[in-house]
């Protein structure tokens, strides 16, 4: 079986590179691995990616932690990135892999774009991103919103896989941070490869095969890895077992109930797999799947002194873990807008201190409310008008038909104008403002808005 992996920015290139090194000690496992970054320094530290296999993009010094520098560099890159992936992607890749991290501003800017990329080549992938701490600054937080909603609606991507940081420091407390990282990367891949070993292990029980291991990524929505391992005297029921352990690993929680389809092998010693055993595991797939296509490996093994399982679910709603990342990151980003805004009005009306000369020549202080200041007029729109609403409703229908295009913000006034028929550019403006804060455009570099 043949693996792509695309490790993108700092963190995905990190996983990437686990990845291969993983592969490099288990026989039968092909993993093409390479690497897309904005900052070259970065990329030299993934020894095992080949140097043909890594891409520099944008100015090589990084995205200053800004998912619209990722964004702007891989958009302006994108005849290199496609001859790059294009290069590695051969017909007997089985499956495609991004990795990426989701609180910076490459991987969380040029995932979307790769994405994209795989589309256009005919092919779809699966993508394994790490989610930010949650006390992590809101630039991250905003990072990953952004990042994970332009990656989710890619219709190239299939499976969103996402590790959830917080729980790094929850199982491995007194680890240095660089190995914790290590450990939940290796534990990614892990799955991976444990599934792998199973389609290759004969079974006079139900067995899953490397077809079934492909296709398990073809349910879209998001996916979870479960990976779990237990002396084998501790397991007395096989379905209990899977029921109390889904949650304990490294990734979001997720509600399995959500789940369209699974693929899972159980292997322990043969005095557990009883039919009765066996039709009760069988049981709780069928209960707890809505989708209930379950491809299920049962390994019967003489003398066992373990019991695990390893599977993936996929074809799932979006976990609770994203919901409240994408809820924070909205509001702590309108809160730190408010608190710019306030420095700058600050800024503006300056520190009260100026001087001037009295008649003698004499340097005096005038404070700032003594100054004659030239009162700001504009123009006032009112939002909760029928006549705006309508003009709303209507440059939403416009836009939408122009999914995926960028322009210019004087442009996009004047093609409002125009085609909605707005009787004026101040109110095209303000609706274009309204558009950005409910997310139907991104403004991803200077007066240049990207249609969502």
Known sequence: MRFLTIGLGHCGGKIANDFKKVALEEQGLIV???????????????????????????????????????????????????????????????????????G??????????????????????????????ENESVKAKVNAAMGLDMLYREEALKALICIDNDKITAHFPEKII???????????????????RLARTPSLADRIDESELTTIFDYPGFATLANYNTKANLTQDLAAMLRHSWNGSLLAEVDSKTATGAIFGVQGPEHLFTATQVDAVRRTFSEVLIGRDIMLGVYPTKQSRWTSYVGILSGMGVPEKVKMLLEMAKEEAKAHK??????????????????????????????????????????????????????LEESLQFIHERKGETYPRDELVNLLVEWVDIQDNDTASTILDVL?????????????????
């Not at 891409?55 to 520098?69: F, M, P, R, Y």
């Not at 702007?72 to 992607?89: D, H, Y």
């Not at 409910?438 to 403004?443: K, L």
């Open 178 to 196: 660089t190995e914790a990282y290590e450990r939940a990367n290796r534990s990614a891949v892990g799955t991976f490869v444990n599934l792998l």
């Open 32 to 102: 093409e691995v390479c690497a897309i970054n904005t900052d070259r320094a970065d990329l030299a530290t993934h020894k095992f990616i080949p140097e043909d296999q890594k891409l520099v993009i944008g100015t090589g010094k990084g995205a200053a932690k800004n998912w619209q520098e990722g964004m702007e560099a891989a958009s302006q890159s994108l005849t290199n990135i496609r001859e790059f992936v294009k290069r590695l992607l051969t017909p007997d890749t089985d499956v495609v892999l991004i990795t990426a991290g989701e």
């Open 436 to 452: 950005a804060e409910e997310g139907y455009i991104v403004e991803t570099k200077k007066n240049l808005f990207l249609i969502l």
């Open 338 to 391: 408010s608190l710019l805004e306030e420095r700058r009005k600050m800024k503006r009306e300056g520190l009260g201190f100026d001087l001037d000369l009295d008649n003698k020549g004499t340097l005096t202080r005038v404070s700032q409310s003594s100054r004659t200041l030239k009162p700001k007029t504009a123009l006032k729109i009112d939002r909760s008008s029928v006549e705006f609403k309508k003009y």
């Open 104 to 133: 910076g501003g490459s991987g969380s800017g040029i995932a979307p774009t790769v994405a994209e990329v795989i589309g256009k080549l005919g092919r779809t992938c699966t993508a394994i991103v790490t989610l930010p701490f």
